[in-house]
């Protein structure tokens, strides 16, 4: 198992105010940023990341616009730095709200000229962004998966594509003559990713061998990883662990009350992140007919996440308790997390992915470093061993 380290670089000084207002993104008025703490801050995150090239975990960040939950606006910007500032670790971008960008042929662009600086280090996640971000973005949310799949197929076209210039016209996009320079160091494409909660996305994820990856879902990730095995399975390969990406909040320490302390204060991101206006958070045409289901089925207290027995959780007021019942935190020992891990990936059928949320909230320079030092040393050699050998690739299929 890979372990990816991640923090959304939140600007939690903001988040009195937007929780006294009862929506930390989109309407958040931005002159509750100071600039000369979010310099501090922003600074502080990209050492941390640095860290992790040294104790020997891979990185991923993300995007998020319009609010005080993340702090990175762009997943380019954050990899060019860290790109040049690390050597081993290889750099997640998971990632690149595509549907939302209105050039698919720059993202390209971006995204070979990292994978050249990088030494050919990138991995490329193409995502569909969140619901929240549909007004800033001023996107049609009933139009936005079309985009989407029109974004990606032009996008690693523009990356694979080496004998001169070719022309797009799509429902969304046009171009007279795509030719991008430089062109990616890992041919055809570094690989790609994507996010995911339903069965519909596993199975489109496996006729494109991408790597699917889901966040803070707990027992959801599995309905959605059991359908692109069988997907898989009936396109003639077998889709190995090394397909499938898990997110969780973590928290280490030497004690078990240490590392309780430690997811609790990371886990203050959980509980703030779903604060928002309710017009922002389910956009007209945004889910499917299924995900409203699921939502309704939830009620207005509930979340999509469920704990082993059922009960929805509401990652507004949960405690590091019902997050970790519901395995979306990992908390105690190097001992405990390692246990929590294993269980959980047997549950599931096998992921080969862990995204390591090592910071979040509260969770200060100190505590991330000892969090993320403790679990390189202790808990990262043991995952390694973790998860069976990966089946046969899609590539290999595809040969």
């Not at 879902?217 to 662990?241: C, H, N, V």
């Not at 390692?338 to 949320?357: D, K, P, V």
Request: hydrophobic share 40%; proline share 7%.
């Amino acid at each position: 198992m890979r372990v990816w380290y991640f923090s959304e670089m939140a600007y939690h000084p903001a988040w009195e105010e937007g929780l006294s207002r009862g929506s930390l993104r989109v309407v958040l008025p931005n002159r509750n940023f100071d600039p000369q703490v979010g310099h501090g801050l922003l600074n502080r995150y990209l050492d941390e990341f640095g860290l992790c090239d040294e104790v020997g975990l891979d990185i991923m960040v993300n995007e998020h616009h319009s609010t005080a939950t993340c702090l990175t606006v762009s997943v380019s910007m954050a990899l060019a730095i860290l790109a040049r500032e690390t050597r081993k670790a290889r750099l997640l971008s998971l990632g690149t709200p595509i549907a939302n960008r209105p050039d698919p042929v720059r993202v390209a662009e971006e995204m070979a000229w990292l994978d050249v600086l990088s030494g050919g280090r990138l991995e490329m996640g193409l995502v569909k962004g969140a619901p929240y971000e549909i007004a800033p973005a001023n996107s049609n949310p009933a139009r936005l998966m079309r985009r989407y799949w029109e974004a990606h197929d032009l996008i690693l076209k523009a990356m694979s594509t080496t004998d001169g210039p070719f022309n797009w016209e799509g429902e969304f996009f046009h171009y007279r003559n795509v030719n991008i320079w430089p062109r990616p160091l890992q041919q055809p494409t570094p690989p790609v990713w994507m996010t995911g909660l339903s069965v519909e996305t596993g199975r489109m994820a496996a006729e494109r061998g991408h790597v699917i990856g889901t966040l803070l879902s707990g027992a959801i990730a599995k309905p959605m990883f059991d359908a692109y095995r069988k997907r898989a399975q009936e396109l003639g390969w077998t889709a190995g662990p090394d397909r499938f990406a898990y997110a969780a909040v973590v928290g280490v320490g030497e004690t078990r009350e240490e590392g309780y302390r430690r997811a609790d204060l990371a886990a203050g991101y959980v509980r703030t992140a779903p604060v928002v206006y309710e017009p922002f958070t389910n956009p007209p045409g945004y889910n499917s007919v299924g995900a409203n289901v699921a939502m309704l089925k939830a009620g207005p207290k509930g979340g999509f996440v469920v704990d082993r027995h059922g009960n929805p959780v509401d990652h507004r007021t949960a405690t590091v308790e019902q997050f970790m019942a519901a395995d979306t935190v990992f908390a105690g020992t190097p001992d405990d997390v390692y246990n929590q891990i294993r269980a959980f990936n047997e549950r599931i059928g096998g992921f080969g992915h862990l995204l390591f949320f090592g910071q979040g909230g509260f969770l200060d320079h100190k505590d991330t470093v000892a969090n993320i030092t403790l679990f390189g040393r202790e808990v990262m050699p043991r995952l390694r061993e973790l998860s069976p050998a990966p089946g046969t690739s899609a590539t290999a299929a595809a040969e």
